[in-house]
């Protein structure tokens, strides 16, 4: 048992190198989430009947498919049939990207809808064009409200970016994996694995409570 | 002597929700200082009116004139520049929940009419001021009370200068002793010579600001009328039948 622990100690700066790349993949995705995700629940509030209805389907799409099929849609079949050249780790960013800002985009859109309809109405009565509204007086209101949203899908992203190691990302997974097989401390490498990313989790949606109380709204019971 | 045009006109506005027909040609004009009072019974048509008059709900048919101009609602510019001439208040309020009291009445101010932001903060500490809400400009809607709220939109709706104000029953959401406060406020914009058209079921209140009182009833102006003939000595069955029951709502209520 203490060998499991001095193979941790030796390969742990090893392993952690792989925290940049987790942090960096689950941080583009969801920032590629949000801004798309905004996008489309905006076009799926606002927009006019077809663009509601790609939406859907966009949604219906990224929601359906498992994770693990569309890296592989993606990486062996869409880039190789389009002959572009990304890296794992571009092409993992952008597959966790789109997945998130189908879910993001539920998350943004219930709440716009959940905001009390006059406020809007109140807006354009002032004589505010309807995209200052929504930019002014819609939006601060539902990303705020997004946030609880946001810190669930933060650890979903965070942990299906694990999955990211089939394509030979090297993030913290595959890296572990590669200290197991050398090692064969199997269980105490992956307990560590699991371990960072239990703290990665902790962190980010502390970090998001944070915020949530950060933004709240003075007076307003949630 | 050249006729005086009505700051603002309604005509033969027609609207209707999907089969149900709510506004069946209504029209009606408010010439510069007047009160005009609409009553009639839930469902009649009264917020939809208001709501056809600010464009803010797409009418069917009909016009709108402000000072003898058509309003032509698919020209936005056309239709911001009217909206800001015609001040809207809301039953429920409609405060923006994420501002507090001072910037609900500056957003207007400085994302619709550009002003820089210290002359809006000015403008909108003048116009809260006024409302009796100097010591509560730091305040969100959720810490005001509903009296409170209902005068910080109406400092909101005037701080953009308004020509007319349309007030949809700017009191029937509030509790009794909250409902003195805002007429206070109402009866100052009127002895300021403000144009209104107020939707109200206080007729008390109604009748001592109003010149003339509409009573709507199934998307039509039935009768029109000053206070004293529409609530008293009404032509219309159906008025003197409406006028009766709001009557003894409001002794009941005393
Ligand atoms: N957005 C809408 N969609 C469908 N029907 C509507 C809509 N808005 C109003 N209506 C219907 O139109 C009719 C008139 O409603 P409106 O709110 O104008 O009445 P009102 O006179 O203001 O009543 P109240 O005194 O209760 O406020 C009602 O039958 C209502 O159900
Ligand atoms: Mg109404």
Redesign the pocket.
């Known amino acids: 048992m203490p060998e499991g622990i001095i193979v941790i100690g030796e390969n742990l700066s090893y392993i952690l190198g792989g925290l940049w790349v987790t942090v960096a993949v689950v941080g583009g995705a969801l920032s590629m989430g949000l801004g798309l995700g905004l996008l489309l629940a905006l076009g799926q509030v606002y927009g006019n009947r077809l663009l509601q209805r790609i939406v859907g389907v966009y949604v219906w799409f990224f929601r359906g498919i498992p994770l693990l099929v569309l890296l592989f849609i993606f990486y062996f079949g869409l880039l190789s049939a389009l002959e572009i050249d990304l890296s794992p780790f571009t092409v993992s960013i952008v597959v966790l990207g789109l997945i998130s800002s189908a879910y993001q985009s539920q998350i943004i859109r219930g709440a716009i809808l959940s905001l009390p309809e006059g406020q809007f109405k109140a807006a354009r009565s002032l004589g505010m064009s309807d995209t200052r509204a929504i930019l002014f007086i819609i939006l601060p209101q539902a990303l705020r409200l997004s946030i609880p949203g946001w810190a669930n899908e933060y650890t979903i992203i965070m942990k299906d970016s694990a999955v990211t190691y089939a394509l030979g990302v090297t993030e913290i997974l595959a890296r572990s994996r590669h200290v197991a097989e050398r090692t064969y401390q199997h269980f105490w490498i992956y307990i560590l694995a699991g371990c960072i990313f239990l703290v990665l989790t902790y962190i980010g949606t502390k970090l998001l409570q944070r915020l949530e109380e950060k933004v709240r709204i003075s007076g307003y019971a949630h | 002597m050249a006729e005086k045009v009505p700051v603002l006109s309604v005509q033969d506005v027609h609207k209707q929700?999907?089969d149900?027909p709510?506004l069946n040609g209504v029209s009606l004009d408010l010439f510069r200082g007047d009160i005009k009072v609409v009553i009639?019974?839930?469902?009649?048509?009264?917020?939809?009116?208001l709501?056809c008059i600010n464009f803010l709900?797409k009418m069917d048919a009909g016009n709108i004139y402000l000072n003898d101009t058509r309003i032509d609602q698919s020209r936005k510019r056309e239709l911001y520049a009217y909206r800001q001439k015609v001040g809207m208040i809301f039953?429920d309020f409609n405060l923006f929940d994420h501002l507090d009291a001072l910037h609900n009445v500056m957003i207007g101010l400085v994302q619709v009419r550009k002003l820089p932001r210290s002359e809006a903060r000015q403008r909108a500490e003048a116009e809260l001021e006024r409302v009796g809400l100097k010591d509560h400009m730091a305040k969100y809607p959720a810490e005001l009370s509903g009296g409170q709220k209902q005068r910080v939109s109406i400092a909101r709706a005037l701080a953009m200068e308004p020509e007319v104000m349309l007030l949809?029953?700017p009191t029937s959401a509030l509790d009794p002793e909250l409902i003195g406060e805002v007429h206070e406020v109402i009866r100052a914009m009127a002895a300021l010579g403000m144009t209104m058209l107020l939707?109200t079921?206080e007729i008390g209140f109604a009748s001592t600001l109003a010149k003339e009182i509409y009573f709507?009833d199934g998307?039509r102006i039935l009768e029109q009328g000053p206070p004293q003939k529409i609530l008293f000595d009404a032509e219309q069955a159906r008025t003197r039948e409406f006028c009766s029951k709001i009557g003894r709502l409001n002794e009941n209520s005393d």
């Not at chain 2, 009639?40 to 009116?49: N, Q």
């Open positions: 929700f999907g149900t709510v009639g019974p839930s469902g009649g048509g009264k917020s939809t009116l709501h709900v039953q949809d029953e939707v079921h709507m998307g």
